[in-house]
């Protein structure tokens, strides 16, 4: 007898499970298991669905292992941040004020102002991705025009206007 084999009640509560799901990703790890059901090799099931044979024997043992509640969920992770956006923006508001007065507001103060919310040490990336995410961006005035002449060109200049 098979290890791995899928038998027909589990096969109906897949079935169930792919019409009520709504995220492609686990519609098409069902899709797999319903494949192997039908008696496709791993080869067959994975050509099908555009997957190599490793990965849906890993699937099928994934699913005999867990079940079928542990394979339904999501795994994504996303949204590690230490604080929510309204924090952010809370924390932000006052380096607003300051630019609008027409102070220079520096990252490294931010870094400051955050770390001491946080009351732990954040990497100074963090800091650049969350100005990023909030829409700032860094506005610095020029040292000097580009195109600005040498000086030499300008005191010629100057000499054939006296004239």
């Not at 999501?74 to 809370?90: I, L």
């Not at 630019?99 to 800091?127: E, N, S």
Request: proline share 1%; net charge positive; glycine share 6%.
């Amino acid at each position: 007898m098979r290890k791995f084999l899928i038998d027909t009640e589990e096969y109906k509560k897949l079935v169930d499970a792919e019409k009520a799901t709504q995220d492609k990703r686990i519609s098409r790890k069902l899709k797999v298991l319903m494949l192997r059901h039908k008696g496709l090799s791993n080869e067959e099931a994975g050509k099908q669905m555009g997957l190599c044979s490793v990965r849906v024997s890993q699937l099928v043992s994934e699913y005999k292992k867990n079940g079928l509640e542990a394979f339904l969920q999501k795994k994504c992770g996303g949204n590690h941040r230490n604080m929510s956006e309204a924090e952010e923006m809370e924390l932000l508001e006052r380096f607003v004020k300051q630019a609008q007065a027409g102070q220079v507001v520096i990252a490294r103060d931010i870094k400051a102002a955050f770390d001491k919310k946080l009351g732990r040490d954040t990497g100074r990336g963090y800091i650049y991705m969350l100005l990023e995410r909030h829409g700032w961006r860094k506005v610095m005035p020029r040292s000097k025009h580009p195109k600005k002449t040498s000086e030499e060109a300008m005191e010629a200049s100057k000499k054939l206007r006296t004239k």
